[in-house]
């Protein structure tokens, strides 16, 4: 039982990561309709900027404590932002009006470019970082073996659920929520309405780059342990995620985030590790043969 209580603290601070990566994908596939295969990528270039960035401020001593990790959380979004702006107008706005397959494929060229970038101006080695979140809270012990809840794992949690509840309100309350609503029902009709379509798609995937970079900035703080490689998994890991919670929905690209990480983390914990991505791609094929909508997706209506 406590074995279990513990692999399932763990699950749920893996799959809060997971859940903010797969809301940037549902974004993007909710409003232009296409999955941007970059956006694994762009998470691992938020990792590596908070990672600079904690180089600098951090183990640079020129700030400590919870205001420098704060101020290394903005920095990331504020660049990984920017790239997420670039992958939008190199990749995808000059192709919006090509054959669907045409920005797909753009995406998977701008993910490679992404890594071999990262792979370059940082160097293939993994690169490490010491703890910078220590200590915990013991929740029960069962003989020798104790259940722990880490700061680290508190902070995920409460970072993930703060930064979707900013964003749920940015999406219903404001006037560039009720954009991207409109532009995700139809997008020819927001533009007769007067609503600037390529502002409104360029601001989701800046948005979305965002969310990543914070996902980026935890993973790293959680793992300790970043590389070039990273996105690629995790991506695809969030896109499992993204599907399996429906397509489209942000509160089932969540769920899905949470549910990848729990079937990982229990797979690795009661069975074998190396085959831990085996385990979360299969549901992937599941959901995909028997529920093509994902839990918390709906039908699409084709417009005629």
């Known amino acids: 039982m406590a074995y279990a209580l513990q692999q399932l603290i763990n699950g ?28 694994g990528d762009i998470f691992m270039i938020g990792a590596f900027i908070a990672l600079i960035s904690i180089v600098m401020l ?3 001593g020129f700030m400590e404590g919870p205001a420098a990790l704060l101020l290394v959380l903005a920095i990331s979004m504020a660049f ?28 998977i060229g701008m993910s490679i470019v992404l890594q071999n970038y990262v792979q370059i101006s940082q160097g293939a ?3 490490p970082l010491e703890p910078q979140v220590t200590g915990g809270f013991e929740i029960m012990r069962d ?13 995920i949690i409460v970072t993930t659920l703060a930064v979707l509840a900013i964003f749920t309100w940015l999406v219903t309350k404001t006037p560039l ?15 007769l309405l007067g609503i600037d379509t390529d502002r409104t798609i360029s601001l989701t995937f800046v948005i979305g780059a965002s969310l990543a970079a914070v ?27 993204a599907v399996l919670g429906g397509i489209g929905s942000l509160p089932g690209a969540v769920l899905g985030g949470l549910l990848i990480g729990l079937i990982e983390t229990f797979w690795s914990a009661y069975f074998s ?32």
């Not at 003989?143 to 902070?155: A, C, E, K, R, T």
């Not at 929520?177 to 533009?191: F, I, N, V």
């Open 273 to 304: 590790v190396q085959y831990k991505d085996v385990a979360a791609f299969s549901i992937l094929a599941l959901t995909l043969i028997f529920l093509p909508t994902g839990l918390l997706g709906r039908q699409e209506v084709e417009k005629v």
């Open 80 to 107: 990984t932002a920017l790239y997420g702006w670039t992958v939008e107008r190199v990749a995808y706005r000059p192709l919006r009006g090509s054959f669907r397959l045409a920005p797909l494929i753009s995406a």
């Open 12 to 39: 749920i601070s893996l799959g809060m990561i997971y859940g903010m990566i797969a809301v940037g994908y549902t974004m993007v596939y909710g409003i232009i309709g296409m999955i941007n295969f970059a956006h």
């Open 177 to 191: 929520g009720r954009a991207m609503r409109a532009c995700e029902q139809d997008r020819r009709m927001a533009s």
């Open 125 to 127: 080695r993994v690169k």
């Open 58 to 60: 951090i183990s640079g």
């Open 143 to 155: 003989g020798n073996f104790v259940v722990q809840l880490s700061n680290m794992q508190i902070l």
């Open 215 to 241: 996902a980026g900035t935890l993973y790293l703080l959680r793992y300790g342990v970043i590389d070039f490689y990273i996105g690629f998994l995790a991506g695809v890991k969030a896109f499992t995620a």
